[in-house]
């Protein structure tokens, strides 16, 4: 069974991740993911031996996702701030939807952190859930060969509300500890 590498964006969406497991810390946002997992990944010798796991909280895009039952693993991942159809249109494919598990839930994943609710129902229309960091940790991952898991806990509803994000988070690295230690550990 391949070793976990637990990636999150704050050290307080892992502080419930049982001890003995390894976390990487990346930063906020999909570039931070992104350079921060390529690096680790890098100077390792062990890759044929790991899976990446991506917890975070995430903001729900349709009403009923709550933070009660909200903890979803990820069947696919959009870069949704990407101009995917001008990329296209130019020739290139710009994969902006990877499938990284066999699950129905669609993580939308942008820089833009979503509190409006223009956005929050555009993204809706493609996916159930938002984050920072998803698509960039599953892109790296999948890049270097590795298998990639992403496992996301809805923290709020990607409205106001996502402002007191910072107060929600505990819940939501509570959850996903809990599953990191039934599944992982």
């Given at each position: 069974m391949p070793r976990p590498l637990i990636v999150a964006a704050t050290r307080a969406e892992a502080a419930h991740v049982p001890a003995g497991l390894e976390v990487l810390i990346t930063?906020?946002?999909k570039t931070a993911a992104?350079?921060?997992l390529a690096r680790h990944l890098a100077v390792r010798t062990d890759l044929?031996?790991?899976v990446v796991v991506n917890l975070g909280s995430a903001g729900g895009l349709h009403d009923g996702l709550d933070a009660e039952h909200g903890l979803y693993e990820i069947g696919a991942v959009v870069n949704h701030d990407i101009n995917a159809d001008a990329i296209r249109a130019l020739g290139y494919d710009p994969r902006e939807r990877l499938?990284?598990?066999p699950g129905e839930t669609v993580l939308a994943t942008g820089d833009v952190f979503v509190t409006d609710p223009v956005v929050r129902a555009?993204?809706?229309e493609q996916a159930q859930l938002?984050?920072?960091e998803g698509y960039a940790v599953a892109y790296v991952a999948r890049e270097l060969g590795v298998p990639v898991r992403l496992v996301k806990h809805v923290s709020d509803n990607a409205d106001e509300g996502a402002w007191e994000w910072a107060t929600l988070?505990?819940?939501s690295a509570r959850i996903l500890?809990?599953?990191a230690a039934t599944h992982l550990a």
């Amino acid at each position: 069974m391949p070793r976990p590498l637990i990636v999150a964006a704050t050290r307080a969406e892992a502080a419930h991740v049982p001890a003995g497991l390894e976390v990487l810390i990346t930063g906020i946002g999909k570039t931070a993911a992104a350079t921060a997992l390529a690096r680790h990944l890098a100077v390792r010798t062990d890759l044929a031996d790991l899976v990446v796991v991506n917890l975070g909280s995430a903001g729900g895009l349709h009403d009923g996702l709550d933070a009660e039952h909200g903890l979803y693993e990820i069947g696919a991942v959009v870069n949704h701030d990407i101009n995917a159809d001008a990329i296209r249109a130019l020739g290139y494919d710009p994969r902006e939807r990877l499938v990284v598990g066999p699950g129905e839930t669609v993580l939308a994943t942008g820089d833009v952190f979503v509190t409006d609710p223009v956005v929050r129902a555009r993204l809706a229309e493609q996916a159930q859930l938002v984050d920072m960091e998803g698509y960039a940790v599953a892109y790296v991952a999948r890049e270097l060969g590795v298998p990639v898991r992403l496992v996301k806990h809805v923290s709020d509803n990607a409205d106001e509300g996502a402002w007191e994000w910072a107060t929600l988070v505990d819940r939501s690295a509570r959850i996903l500890g809990d599953w990191a230690a039934t599944h992982l550990a």
